[in-house]
């Protein structure tokens, strides 16, 4: 099922969390709300909830208006950061209670409930109290309960973060796969970008309160629509090094970079990625910088370099070696280069 | 959870700190238990062991008898058993109403967030002083001059109530509350009495059950505040978005989540209600007496204080206490939300 955000908006007495958001998600998509802590992504998602007042705009949920609706007339499921399952009840009955509510009899809650605990695997465990589960289980307890009446819409708040390192990889892939399978709707709220990378259709990236880029993960890594998107997605993030931009050359420092285009921009920002770039000799380089440290990181080691104040990290075949302060050159193809201002945070695209 | 000091278990203990252990153990239980057990032989003592100074151990020191029993049970049997299903009646209704009123306006409190007008709720009260005032003065029947109250208030209210700014907050409810309690009861005992008096209530179950149920509010309101507020949000939220409504989430949720506290508070409730003296001594005079009033009758005598009647008296009160203990003991446990949240 759609949800569909309007003009969205949220302020906590004077101050603004969510600035006029608007988001169209397609029936069975899986969209990603990224943004760090504080960002109103958080916020975002317990408005489509109801858990949380409008102050501006419109949500529809499958085309119904339900911005002035109660959470429990959404016909949404939520898994929440801390699983929130209830410690008087038993899985069975946690897995339940949304059926209990709906009034559906014991035997057809039973047969529901065993068959939606075998896909998430807990079948065995439906007997226990949340207290007796470890972290993993709980996660699966709570999506079962989530995934037990088949919603329109799934929201998911950070439903990983309190997994450990390895689980979470593993879960990733399995909310991945299940998504796919059940082709329900959902949300999801992270602030980690590999899981929005990962798992999403379609990324939102908040920061502020103001929605920066909405776009397929690969979009939103290869055409960043400004300056934060660009530093906010990869691992390492966009190196930028500050310069100017004087009718297609890019000054920074002795050194000038033919960018092609003709703006002249006085406070400009250059970005590349690390795998873009390559470590040369100093005479052979775009732009000369010193080397800061060299890491093994396995497959590649990662070179740290300084281009006057500026820090940017280069990802070097495994072999490479090199000693501290030295000066290296840092080549790269002028159509990997991304141009911004410094000024307004905005892409300078070139034409 | 982390104890500070975990004590070692007696089984585990050396031979010597055992015995010392017991020691101290049983000296202290005979300590808590002696006044009861004082009670309990003075029930069976004559008038002439009460007065000829201490005797402890029933058949050695004196030869106990059953005329108190006998007098309470069977020459005032109807009387007794009067008083004593007044009290049982009073107290377990007052409890039941306080708690359960209690417990939801409590939860409203923790939950929902409040700002009534401070001209508005201070208009209200003058509004109702003022019905008052045309009651005792002139004589206006009360009915119509509470009516009247709320529909001044009501007009009031919307013509003028948009012009305060100053508003309160739950914390100043909450104070409102407990402010209830701060007062002593004597204060109000007379004008409970006068109100009660001008509905023709007096010496009805109904009015001790309603001013019980009132002065108990304010503790079941904050005791159960605290218990309210330590249950994660997440639950509840998650209960509605399950499709509760507010109050399907209070009673499944929040109210088994809270059972221990709700227990320890009933109980408390239970208590102060069953014991209860200066109120009920003023609102009833002889078909609703309850049995501190009768208690409190026998040391008024001629015949001076009957130390021997009141102790069968108090033995038959500490047993409905006792037993409501013992039910509700099981229910006070920690370690209920375990589970709930990680975090």
Redesign the interface.
């Given at each position: 099922m759609t949800v569909v955000l309007d003009a969205v908006s949220k302020s906590f007495g004077n101050v603004k969390v969510l600035h006029d958001l608007s988001l169209d998600v397609q029936d069975g998509e899986f969209l990603v709300l990224l943004g760090a802590s504080g960002s109103g992504k958080s916020t975002a998602l317990r408005m489509i909830a109801g858990l949380e007042t409008v102050s501006g705009g419109r949500i529809s949920i499958s085309g119904r208006d339900v911005t002035d609706e109660l959470p429990k007339n959404r016909d949404v499921a939520m898994v929440f950061q801390s699983y929130a399952l209830y410690p008087h009840k038993t899985v069975a009955e946690n897995i339940g209670y949304p059926l209990k509510i709906r009034r559906m009899s014991r035997t057809d809650i039973e047969t529901q409930v065993r068959e939606v605990a075998a896909q998430v695997r807990i079948g065995e465990l439906l007997e226990r109290y949340p207290r007796e589960l470890s972290g993993g289980q709980r996660q699966r307890v709570a999506l079962a309960r989530a995934m037990v009446r088949r919603p329109s819409v799934f929201l998911m708040d950070e439903p990983l973060s309190n997994l450990d390192a390895k689980l979470r990889g593993h879960m990733r892939a399995e909310l991945k796969h299940m998504q796919h399978e059940l082709g329900i709707t959902t949300i999801y709220v992270t602030h980690d970008q590999i899981e929005a990378m990962t798992l999403a259709h379609r990324v939102a990236l908040l920061e502020g309160g103001r929605l920066q880029q909405l776009a397929a993960p690969k979009t939103i890594y290869e055409d960043p629509e400004n300056l934060f998107v660009a530093q906010f997605i990869g691992s390492p993030p966009m190196n930028v090094a500050h310069g100017r931009l004087d009718a297609g050359t890019f000054v920074i420092g002795q050194d000038r970079v033919a960018t092609g285009g003709t703006e002249t921009v006085s406070n400009a920002v250059i970005g590349l990625r690390a795998e873009d770039c390559q470590v040369v000799a100093p005479e052979d380089g775009a732009i000369r910088a010193q080397l800061f440290a060299n890491e093994l990181i396995g497959d590649h080691t990662l070179v740290t370099a300084k281009i006057g104040d500026d820090m940017v990290s280069i990802k070097a075949p495994k072999e490479f070696e090199a000693g501290f302060d030295e000066a290296i050159g840092i080549a790269f193809e002028t159509d990997k280069l991304y141009l911004f201002n410094r000024d307004t945070g905005a892409r300078i695209r070139r034409s | 959870m982390q104890w500070l000091f975990e004590p070692p278990s007696i089984r585990d203990m050396a031979p010597g700190t055992k015995v010392l252990v017991y020691a101290i153990l049983t000296f202290w239980t005979a300590f808590v238990l002696f006044p009861i057990y004082w009670v309990l032989i003075t029930s069976f003592k004559s008038a002439i062991d009460v007065n000829s100074g201490p005797v402890y151990l029933p058949f050695v020191d004196f030869q106990p008898s059953l005329h108190a029993w006998k007098e309470l049970f069977v020459f005032d049997f109807w009387d007794t058993l009067s008083a004593y299903m007044n009290s049982l009646i009073i107290a377990l209704s007052a409890t039941a109403a306080s708690v359960i009123i209690g417990s939801m306006a409590s939860y409203a409190l923790a939950r929902f967030e409040y700002q009534p007008r401070f001209g508005v709720v201070f208009m209200f009260v003058l509004v109702m002083i003022g019905a008052f005032f045309t009651v005792g003065r002139y004589g206006v029947d009360w009915r119509l001059s509470c009516a009247a109250g709320v529909a001044v208030f009501y007009f009031l209210a919307r013509a003028l109530g948009r012009h305060f700014k100053a508003r309160l907050s739950n914390g100043d409810i909450l104070f409102w509350m407990i402010s209830q309690r701060i007062l002593a009861p004597i204060v109000v005992v007379v004008p409970i009495y006068m109100m009660f008096q001008q509905v023709s209530l007096l010496d009805t179950h109904i009015a001790i059950i309603l001013t019980y149920t009132v002065i108990n509010l304010p503790i079941v309101i904050w005791l159960m505040y605290d218990f309210f507020k330590s249950i994660?949000i997440?639950?509840e939220?998650?209960?509605?978005?399950?499709?509760?409504?507010r109050f399907?989430v209070f009673l499944?949720?929040v109210l088994?989540?809270s059972r221990s506290g709700l227990a320890a508070t009933t109980l408390l409730v239970m208590i102060l209600s069953w014991n209860e003296y200066l109120l009920a001594l003023f609102l009833s005079t002889s078909r609703a007496q309850t049995m501190p009033i009768l208690v409190a009758a026998m040391n008024a005598g001629e015949r001076g204080i009957l130390w021997w009647s009141m102790s069968v008296v108090i033995i038959v009160m500490i047993i409905p206490v006792v037993i409501l203990a013992i039910i509700l003991q099981r229910y006070i446990s920690k370690?209920?939300?375990?589970?709930?949240?990680?975090?």
């Open positions: - | 994660p997440d639950l939220e998650c209960a509605q978005l399950d499709g509760a409504t399907r499944d949720i088994p989540l370690g209920l939300l375990l589970g709930a949240v990680k975090g």
